[in-house]
């Protein structure tokens, strides 16, 4: 079955420490991206990347960072940088070059005490 | 500016009713595509329908159907024959031309009542 993972579904953490959600996709898609979810709120963008050893920038990038080593894996660290980094955090995937359906994985809620 | 405007926070609905839940945009780019996701209390985003700026028909997927007024920057989702299991989080989102991710609406909590 094609789709998105991502693990753990559940992570909690102490100030201060770095954490990694991972993201793998089998949807042979070219463009990766994360996604925050705070209460109440709509979806922001961390990151994305739309081919390998490339990415980009979105909205709310401070105090995150990704890489991008094989085309199916997208894994997003929160550093101990960012502030406020207890979210839900949802990684997506999609066709490149065009305006396509983005596809999510079920999410990561990280919570850092 | 919000680029995307939800004005209903929540809504009940009766069970078999058509529900209409309203989006309002915001561009400039003549290339745009509106999107609608479903969050269901578990989390998931689950893709309902999709309408491109220079489609000339109004998306159809199943029971949705994308109402879309490309003067007034609208694209309302219509659910015809709602269900129990249509409850959950509705978002709309747009993609530029320009852009790479997707702009989402604050949402509207939609509840079916039996």
């Known amino acids: 079955d094609g789709g998105i993972t991502q693990s753990p579904k559940y992570l909690f953490r102490k100030e201060g420490q770095n954490v990694t959600l991972s993201c793998e996709q089998n949807?042979?898609?070219?463009?990766m991206y994360w996604y925050r979810q705070d209460p109440g709120q709509g979806l922001r963008l961390i990151y994305y990347?739309?081919?390998?050893?490339?990415?980009q920038k979105g909205d709310i990038a401070e105090g995150y960072s990704v890489s991008r080593e094989k085309k199916e894996s997208f894994p997003l660290t929160v550093t101990s940088a960012q502030k406020n980094p207890t979210a839900f955090y949802l990684c997506a995937s999609s066709f490149a070059d065009g305006i396509y359906e983005q596809y999510f994985g079920p999410g990561t809620r990280l919570t850092v005490t | 500016a919000q680029k995307i405007t939800q004005t209903q926070p929540g809504m009940f609905v009766q069970e078999k009713e058509a529900v209409t839940l309203d989006c309002t945009y915001d561009t400039s780019d003549p290339s745009y595509g509106l999107f609608w996701y479903k969050q269901p209390s578990s989390g998931e985003m689950i893709f309902l329908i999709y309408?491109?700026?220079?489609?000339?028909q109004n998306a159809t997927e199943g029971r949705y159907s994308l109402n879309f007024q490309k003067a007034r920057k609208s694209a309302n989702l219509v659910i015809s024959a709602s269900q129990l299991g249509d409850s959950a989080m509705y978002f709309c989102?747009?993609?530029?031309?320009?852009?790479?991710?997707?702009?989402f609406g604050k949402g509207t909590h939609l509840i079916i009542q039996p």
């Open positions: 309408q491109g700026s220079y489609d000339q």
């Open positions: 989102a747009m993609r530029e031309g320009g852009a790479d991710g997707l702009t």
């Open positions: 949807l042979n898609h070219d463009a």
């Open positions: 990347s739309q081919i390998v050893n490339d990415f």
